[in-house]
C-alpha cells in the first residue's frame, strides 16, 4: 500500500466542523479556540511503520498566525511524541512530516512555503506501538482560529512539494515589505513618507546620544575602580558588574540582531510578493540567501537602496548605531554586524560559529567529544577570535546558542544511545558503566532491567531504559558536557585570553545534569523569554557556579501592527510593550547576580516570516525604519534610571501590563 488515508474517530476540545465553500480543493473547514482542540486518529499497533510521510494540505483562514502539532502515541498512557508546525495566514501550506522523526534525532526541520518551523518535541516513540494519532491546535494566542484542511494521509513516498500555493487574498507583502492583509497607525504609506524618514534620521544621527550619566563606554561615569584596557567582571561585595575598559562599572543593556536582516524566505512562495528586485537591477543586493542558504529578499535593504542608492549600507551603519544612542542602548548584542560596531567602538559581542568536521555529531549538535580528532576541531573553532582579541570594544563571546540538544526531553548520553550506533563517546560510557558495576549481571540488576556493556559500547539500541539507568546516562552527560565545555574554554582562552567568555546562551535555566557541568565560563547565560528574569534562579546557578548570568535573549511583541506573530512575550499593544520593557530591564538590574540584558531584535521580522518562518512583531524599529515610540520612550526612561536601580539608589519599575497568551512558533 502506497498510501492510506487516516479517518479521524473523535473530535476533540472546542474544535468544530465549519459548513462554508471550500477554498482548497477537497477540504474541510474547523474552527478551533484553546489548545490541545482537534482530530484523534486510531489504527492497530504498528501500522505507520510501512509508511514514511503524513501529510495533508492547511489554509489558514485567520489574519495571525497559529500553531499546529500532531502527536503519536504509544497506548493510552505510553511515550507521546509531538511534531509541531506553524502556518502562514492566508497562504495554502503541504504538510510533509517524515516519521523518521520521532526517533527525535532531529529538532527543527526546514520550513517549506507557507509551512512554519516543524520541530519535535515530547518523547521518542516506537512506530511499532504508536495505535492513536493527534492534530491538534497548540497556540492561537488566546484566539479563535479557522482553517481548512484535505485528509490526513500517509505515504511511502515523499509528498510534491508544494510550487504555486493558493492565495485567496492575493499577495501577502506590498513592494515596502509590509503586510498587505491589514491597516494599522502608522503604516508607511509609500516609498516617499518612507525616504523622508530615512532622510530625516540620518540628519539626526550626529545628535542621538547615552545618557549623561554614560562613560565613553556606556558604563557608570560616577563610578571608577581599576581600568585593564578591556571589559572584565567584579563582584563588589553587594552584587556583579561588567567593567568596562576604563574601570566604569558596565551594566549591559543590548539590542540583538543590529544588522540588516529583514529576510523574507520566498521559496515556494514568490507568488506572495506585490514587488522582488531583479536580479542585476539597482535592487539586486536585496536579493540574499539566508540561514541555511535559504533564498530570500531583503525589504529592509531595498528600503535604504530607494533612499541612498550606492551609499545604502555605509548610512545603514550611522543610523542603526545613532539610534542604539538615542534609546541608551550600550551594547550592540548577538547575531549581529558586529564589525560595524567593532570600528564605531561601541560596546559588542560576537557569537562563535560551531563546526566539528573531524569527529562527526553524535545527538543532535553535540559531537563526539571522546573522538580523538575533537581537539583538532576546538584548536579551529577557537581561532574565530584571533580577529578580535585586541579590541577593546569587545565585551566577549558566546560560544553557542541554543544548542539543539538542550531541547531534547532525553539526557545526551540517552540521545546517543539511541541514534548513533558506533562512536568514541559509546565507548566511553560503556567504560564509565564498567567502572561502577563489573559485569552484565550486576549492570543488569543496578538497571533493573536486561544490560550488556557490549550492547552499551557499540550496536543499535532499541529497549526503553528505567529510571535507574537514566539516572546513570545523566550523570555521564554530565562528564560529557563537562569535557565539551572544558575544551572550548580552554581553547578560546589560548587564542584570546583579554576578552570575557560568555557561555553558552541555554534557551532556559538549564537541567542540574547540565549545569553542574558548565562551569569555567567567566560569565553564564541564558535566553530568558519570561515577564522578568527569575531572581531565584541566577541565585542557584551563582551558589552552584560561582557566575554572574547575561539574559541572551528575550521580547515582547503585540498584534497591532500588522505582523502574524506577536513573539513568545505577547501584550496587547505598543504602549504595554513599553511597559513590558521597563518591568523587565529594571527588574533584572536590580538582581544582583545579574550583569545584563539582551533583547531580541532591533528589527520587526517579515511577515512573510524568515529562513524558518518566524515572523514577530519583536522590533524596537519596523521594516519601513519607523521606530515604536512606545517602546523607545521606555528604552530612554529605563537607561536615565539603569545605574541607580542597579546599585539599589531607585526601586525598580513594576507598573506590569496585561500579558497575553503566548503566539509564537
Known amino acids: 500500500m502506497d498510501t492510506f488515508t487516516l479517518s479521524s474517530s473523535q473530535t476533540l476540545g472546542s474544535l468544530q466542523t465549519v459548513q462554508e465553500p471550500s477554498l482548497l480543493e477537497d477540504s474541510r473547514s474547523y474552527t478551533a479556540s484553546e489548545a490541545n482542540a482537534g482530530l484523534e486518529y486510531r489504527f492497530q499497533p504498528g501500522y505507520l ?18 500553531v499546529l502539532k500532531i502527536q ?38 526546514p520550513r517549506e512555503g507557507a509551512l512554519l518551523k516543524p520541530l519535535t518535541w515530547g518523547e521518542r516513540v516506537d512506530l511499532a506501538k504508536v495505535d492513536r494519532l493527534r492534530l491538534l491546535l497548540s497556540r492561537s494566542g488566546g484566539k479563535a482560529v479557522r482553517w481548512q484542511m484535505t485528509n490526513l494521509t500517509a505515504t511511502t513516498a515523499a509528498p510534491a512539494l508544494l510550487e504555486s500555493p493558493l492565495l485567496p487574498s492575493g499577495p501577502l507583502l506590498d513592494e515596502l515589505g509590509q503586510s498587505t492583509l491589514l491597516d494599522w497607525p502608522g503604516k508607511t504609506r509609500d516609498a ?17 546620544q547615552w545618557p549623561a550619566s554614560f562613560s565613553r563606554w556606556g558604563g ?11 571589559f572584565r567582571t567584579e563582584f563588589d561585595g553587594n552584587r556583579w558588574w561588567l567593567v568596562d575598559p576604563d574601570g566604569h562599572p558596565f551594566w549591559s543593556s543590548g539590542l540583538a540582531c543590529v544588522g540588516m536582516n529583514i529576510n523574507s524566505a520566498v521559496t515556494g512562495i514568490e507568488t506572495a510578493l506585490s514587488w522582488k528586485p531583479e536580479v542585476g537591477g539597482p535592487y539586486a543586493p536585496a536579493i540574499e540567501n539566508d540561514y541555511f542558504d535559504t533564498p530570500s529578499v531583503n525589504y529592509l535593504i531595498a528600503n535604504f537602496i530607494r533612499a541612498f542608492a550606492a551609499d545604502w549600507r555605509e548610512r545603514w551603519g550611522e543610523i542603526a548605531l545613532s539610534l542604539l544612542r538615542g534609546f541608551g542602548i550600550n551594547t550592540v548584542a548577538n547575531w549581529s554586524d558586529w564589525r560595524v560596531a567593532s570600528r564605531a567602538g561601541f560596546p559588542y559581542v560576537r557569537p562563535l560559529h560551531e563546526s566539528f568536521r573531524r569527529s562527526r555529531l553524535v545527538y543532535r549538535s553535540f559531537p563526539d567529544i571522546f573522538h580523538p580528532d575533537f581537539d583538532l576541531d576546538v584548536v579551529e573553532y577557537a581561532q574565530q577570535l ?71 559500547a557499540e550496536g543499535e539500541w532499541t529497549a526503553r531504559l528505567t529510571p535507574e539507568a537514566r539516572a546513570d546516562l545523566a550523570s555521564f552527560s554530565t562528564r560529557m558536557v563537562e569535557k565539551y565545555f572544558g575544551a572550548l574554554n580552554a581553547a578560546c582562552k589560548q587564542v584570546d585570553p ?51 548570568t547575561l539574559v541572551g535573549e528575550w521580547h515582547f511583541g503585540a498584534l497591532d501592527v500588522g505582523l502574524p506573530g506577536s513573539g513568545i512575550g505577547h501584550v496587547p499593544d505598543q504602549t504595554a510593550r513599553g511597559q513590558a520593557y521597563r518591568v523587565y530591564v529594571e527588574n533584572a538590574a536590580a538582581i544582583p547576580w545579574c550583569v545584563g540584558v539582551h533583547y531580541f531584535t532591533l528589527y520587526d521580522q517579515s511577515a512573510l516570516g524568515r529562513f524558518d518562518g518566524e515572523n514577530y512583531n519583536i522590533g524596537f524599529v519596523d521594516v519601513c525604519h519607523r521606530p515604536y515610540e ?17 546599585a539599589g539608589e531607585l526601586e525598580p519599575y513594576d507598573e506590569r501590563p496585561e500579558y497575553l497568551p503566548m503566539l509564537f512558533l
Request: proline residues 5%.
Open 386 to 456: 584571533a580577529e578580535t582579541r585586541t579590541d577593546p570594544a569587545l565585551i566577549g563571546y558566546f560560544l553557542m546558542n541554543e544548542p539543539a540538544w538542550g531541547f531534547s526531553s532525553e539526557t545526551l548520553a540517552e540521545g546517543m544511545l539511541y541514534t548513533t550506533p558506533q562512536c568514541a563517546s559509546r565507548l566511553a560510557l560503556a567504560d564509565f558503566l564498567r567502572e561502577r558495576y563489573p559485569d552484565d549481571a550486576v549492570l543488569s540488576a543496578a538497571w533493573n532491567m536486561p544490560a550488556r556493556l557490549a550492547d552499551v
Open 220 to 230: 557608570w561615569a560616577g563610578k571608577q575602580g581599576q581600568a585593564t584596557g578591556f
Open 72 to 109: 503519536l502515541q504509544e497506548g493510552e498512557d505510553g511515550p507521546c511524541f509531538d511534531f509541531s508546525f506553524g502556518l502562514l495566514n492566508r497562504c495554502q501550506a503541504r504538510l510533509r512530516m517524515p516519521l523518521e522523526s520521532a526517533g527525535m534525532n532531529t529538532w527543527m526541520y
Open 49 to 66: 511503520t510501512q509508511f514514511t510521510y503524513l501529510t495533508a494540505d492547511f489554509l489558514l483562514l485567520s489574519d495571525r498566525l497559529a
Open 192 to 208: 516617499a513618507e518612507l525616504v523622508a524618514r530615512l532622510k530625516s534620521q540620518q540628519a539626526a544621527a550626529a545628535d542621538q
Open 498 to 548: 583579554n576578552h570575557l567568555n560568555l557561555g553558552a546562551r541555554y534557551y532556559t535555566v538549564p537541567p542540574e545534569w547540565v549545569l553542574r557541568g558548565m562551569h569555567g565560563f567567566d560569565v553564564f547565560s541564558i535566553n530568558c523569554y519570561r515577564s522578568q528574569v527569575p531572581d531565584e534562579d541566577l541565585g542557584r546557578i551563582h551558589d552552584l557556579l560561582g557566575l554572574p
Open 630 to 646: 512606545p517602546l523607545a520612550d521606555a528604552a530612554r526612561q529605563v537607561h536615565e534610571r539603569l545605574y541607580a536601580v542597579a
